[in-house]
């Protein structure tokens, strides 16, 4: 009977044990043998974790934190241990193989009044979890998966340190998906996050596991090719251009699609990881200046990009010294040889390079938001001229004057021409604001408001270099258009070929049957003003009748029609 018991209380407590192990990573109790020296001795340790580094009740009952672990965690447990036993509550933290457990003491006292630790290991395994997915989200792209720009960077300044000194190269190689901003416009937010993904999918197949891979921002990819020749990641390059240029089927239709690389190479290029990347996007801008669809490896001969930079802060200061002025393109009728209107087109009296045309500071004036001072100041300086002339003679010419379209993401839009209206006297029947059709990609919605408030003040509106961008034609039927400007690229073979005849043609046509007036530039040669006055086209401008002129010269023109 008693050797019944003995073996029912052995399974009771091996039984009491593997619920332990189960249950807990670590648990023990502790006792205070001396309580004036405060000697504190295990009479227990259990736990799956605790027995992995040997820590059993076998092995510890009756020893000493210093005589089990390391002084200075031993002296940490003491502290932590008279803390407790003087009724504080602790948790404490125990690093073993290189993970952190918090410990939970509590002081028990049982039925006869001997006092004794508890520790028992907290469950923080869903913490764990969560923290690990947490630190996995901030270095890793939702969308796609990839490494983001955080781990890029360190990935990036990790293969410079490991490759300082080795005389080994790296490739650094920036991917761009071209007018992803208008694709994504026109197809919607999930199909172009649907491509994205698509890329990123044929992307992580091209390149190995030495490769880092990563998605910088929207549609920007980033690779470090180590151990690779020049010659090498360019047929890496080619390989990745004709992957992205093979259509990508969605649920509606199959999106084409092209990019731009560019690359730079380690120590070749820099030394630092801040200038190899910003050597491979100059490099990048380059082959998209070039067309896109192509790569480009940097060179020294790339230094234009740097140029732009100068050009910008430059750039700043030219409204406020007075180096902004404007000359005039005049517009006549195809019919009548009338002088009708006439478009203002800034230019730019630069201290060092003399004469600088929009060609060569517009784009860079959007992309640094400059662009929203010029065009205020083009606006007043055209509607003050234009009413300035009224007042001498009798005038009866329109102005049109080109609005960029950040101007539409800007609240005060309809108040600006309102104020400079006001300011200058022109009446709103004289003006004519012309937009390019990247309004209506980057701010559909808005720019139709904007348009239909301009239209109430008496404004009149044009689309300007019709059939450059996207073409939409339903903007044409949404938006309140007055004038199609037809851009000078449907001219230039118009009397030669047959298929640039039909574009023209129908274009005009169409436009006629919206009841917009028709204008057509770049018009060169007398055979391309025959065949629009053949085809009904309502106005023209371009060399063959004048070149944009100065104010002066646009007066006289103006003051001998009048007299």
Known sequence: MQDESITSLRQTEQKYQSLLEKLHNVVYKVRCETEAEATFVYTMFEGRVAKRQGLTTEAVRGKTPQELFAPQFAGYLQVQYEKAWRGEPVIHELMWEQEVYYVSLMLSEDESGERELIGCSLDLTLCRQAKRQIERMKKYDALTGLPNQLAFDESLQQAVSGEHGSGRLFTLMIIDIDKFKMMHAAIGRTPSEAVLAHVAKKLSQVF????????????????????????????????????????????????????????????????????????????????????????????????????????????????????????????????????????????????????????????????????????????????????????????????????????????????????????????????????????????????????????????????????????????????????????????????????????????????????????????ETEEQLSYLREHACDEVQGYLLSRPVPEEQMEKLLFSISN
């Open 208 to 523: 190995d596991e030495r490769t880092m891979l990563a998605r910088l921002s929207k549609d920007n990819f980033a690779a470090v090719l180590r151990g690779v020749t020049q010659e090498e990641a360019k047929a890496k390059a080619t390989e990745i251009i004709s992957l992205i240029t093979s259509p990508i089927q969605t649920s509606d239709t199959a999106i084409h699609m092209t990019a731009s690389v560019g690359m730079s190479a380690y120590p070749i290029d820099g030394s630092e990881p801040e200038e190899i990347l910003k050597k491979a996007e100059t490099a990048m801008y380059r082959a998209k200046e070039r067309g896109g669809n192509c790569y480009c490896f940097y060179s020294q001969e790339m230094t234009r990009i740097g140029e732009q930079w100068v050009l910008r802060s430059e750039l700043r200061n030219a409204v406020q010294r007075n180096e902004l002025f404007l000359h005039y393109q005049p517009r006549y009728e195809v019919g009548s040889n009338k002088l009708v209107g006439m478009e203002a087109l800034v230019r730019w009296l630069h201290p060092e390079n003399g004469i600088m045309f929009p060609s060569t500071f517009i784009s860079l004036a959007e992309k640094t938001g400059l662009i929203l001072e010029i065009d205020r100041w083009v606006l007043e300086a055209a509607c003050a001229q234009v009413k300035q002339w009224q007042e001498v003679g009798e005038i009866h010419a329109s102005v049109s004057v080109n609005l960029s379209y950040l101007h539409f993401k800007e609240p005060d839009c309809v108040q600006m021409v309102m104020d400079i209206l006001r300011k200058t006297g022109l009446h709103p029947g004289w003006l004519e604001v012309e937009l390019t059709e990247s309004v209506f990609v980057e701010e559909a919605e808005v720019a139709l408001e904007v348009m239909q408030q301009l239209k109430k003040l008496g404004v009149r509106i044009a689309i300007d270099d019709f059939g450059t961008g996207y073409s939409a034609l339903h903007y044409l039927k949404k938006f309140p258009f007055d004038t199609l400007k037809i851009d000078r690229s449907f001219l230039e073979n118009v009397t030669i070929s047959e298929a640039d005849g039909v574009i023209l043609r129908t274009v005009i046509d169409m436009a006629k049957k919206l009841n917009l007036r028709v204008v057509a530039e770049g018009v």
